[in-house]
């Protein structure tokens, strides 16, 4: 998936992607990022892809990993945010917006039946009110949520754009 990200600073427009990433790729803890992704990446059934900028690839801005729930529901295991990309000073501000769309877009083609076009994870307590506020997800209890497929369409839209 082909993605635009803003650059803090100037405002631009970053030409990006979104695709499955190899092992060898992977982001390290050392390196400031919160999840061990090669671990991770080990978790049968799981899928983790890559955001990156057209003219560099080589540097990963976002991960974010799925797996099926049930065999009929897109469940979002993890994302992160290179952690370049995260507070006031942060390098590009819609990251996380783009890797939540990409994992609306894969609810609709992955979710079966009923679940078609829906996306569920775990959030942590801190991001619940962003999740609803800033990016249109639905608070279930406890630290569930989802998006239907409004509200991921909505979501897709308003990163398009961009």
Same mark, same amino acid.
Request: proline share 3%; net charge positive; hydrophobic share 40%.
């Given at each position: 998936m082909k993605?635009?990200?803003?650059?803090?600073?100037?405002?631009?427009?970053?030409?990006g992607?979104?695709?499955?990433? !190899?092992?060898?790729?992977?982001? !390290?803890?050392?390196?400031?990022?919160?999840?061990?992704?090669?671990?991770?990446?080990?978790?049968?059934? $799981?899928?983790?892809?890559?955001?990156?900028?057209?003219? $560099?690839?080589?540097?990963?801005?976002?991960?974010? @990993?799925?797996? @099926?729930?049930?065999?009929?529901?897109?469940?979002?295991?993890?994302?992160?945010?290179?952690?370049?990309n995260?507070?006031?000073?942060?390098?590009?501000?819609?990251?996380?917006?783009? !890797?939540?769309?990409?994992?609306? %877009?894969? #609810?609709f083609?992955?979710g079966?039946?009923?679940?078609?076009?829906?996306l #569920?994870?775990? #959030?942590?307590?801190?991001?619940?009110?962003?999740?609803?506020?800033k990016?249109?997800?639905?608070?279930? %209890?406890g630290?569930? %949520?989802?998006?239907?497929?409004?509200?991921?369409?909505?979501? %897709?839209?308003?990163? #398009?754009?961009?």
């Open positions: 993605i635009k990200l803003l650059e803090t600073k100037t405002g631009l427009k970053r030409e992607r979104i695709e499955k990433i !190899l092992r060898k790729e992977l982001p !390290l803890k050392k390196d400031g990022w919160n999840f061990n992704w090669k671990v991770l990446f080990k978790v049968e059934g $799981s899928e983790i892809y890559k955001l990156t900028l057209s003219a $560099s690839p080589e540097i990963v801005e976002g991960l974010l @990993m799925l797996t @099926m729930f049930n065999e009929e529901m897109l469940f979002m295991n993890n994302i992160e945010i290179a952690p370049y995260i507070g006031k000073n942060k390098k590009y501000k819609n990251t996380a917006g783009c !890797l939540l769309a990409f994992a609306c %877009m894969k #609810s083609e992955k079966l039946g009923n679940y078609n076009g829906f #569920s994870f775990d #959030s942590k307590t801190e991001l619940i009110d962003l999740y609803q506020k990016y249109g997800a639905i608070f279930a %209890m630290h569930k %949520m989802y998006f239907n497929p409004t509200a991921g369409k909505k979501l %897709m839209k308003k990163i #398009s754009r961009y």
